[in-house]
């Protein structure tokens, strides 16, 4: 049982601080004082295709609705999205981005993608593939737990 315990508290702690490392990271090289939450709501916004309530956003990245409220001001403030009412239901309002919020992303990308890629490289292709499966089924069952 002890064994157990330290194995997952190893786990965890390596989540964590390479959670910390990569965001400190990804902040230093993202454009115009863009914060992480501002790019992945762009980029979820951007890949979707279609609007999204301010409370789907919200559950999509596990957050409260008032975060998301905050990060969706800022974003609005900056011009890159759009916040209209829902016309079926005026208690509603629907999130979409704005040229300039692809634009936006779109140079985040662009900044990230080379550390992301020397990463990959650094770890190598085999290494990411074999961690994948594992990672990804821990975010499955933290996601069907919460």
């Known amino acids: 049982m002890r064994e157990h ?13 390479a959670d910390q490392l990569v965001r400190n990271r990804l902040t230093r ?10 790019f992945s709501v762009l980029n979820h916004l951007a890949r979707g295709g279609s609007e999204k309530t301010p409370a789907q956003l919200a559950k999509s990245f596990h957050v409260t609705r008032g975060a998301m409220t905050n990060t969706l001001t800022k ?4 011009g890159y999205i759009h916040i209209r009412p829902d016309w079926d ?18 140079s985040a990308l662009d900044a990230i993608t080379p550390l992301i890629n020397e990463m990959v490289a650094e770890l190598g292709d ?5 961690a994948l499966p594992v990672l990804r089924e821990l975010r499955v069952k933290l996601e069907s737990d919460g």
């Open 5 to 17: 315990n330290a194995l997952a508290i190893s786990l965890f702690s390596e989540l964590l601080t």
């Open 29 to 38: 090289v993202l454009p115009d004082r863009m914060e992480i939450s501002h």
């Open 75 to 78: 974003l609005e403030i900056a």
């Open 89 to 106: 239901d005026a208690r509603r309002k629907l999130v979409s981005i704005s040229t300039a919020g692809r634009r936006a992303r779109d």
């Open 126 to 130: 085999d290494k990411v593939r074999a």
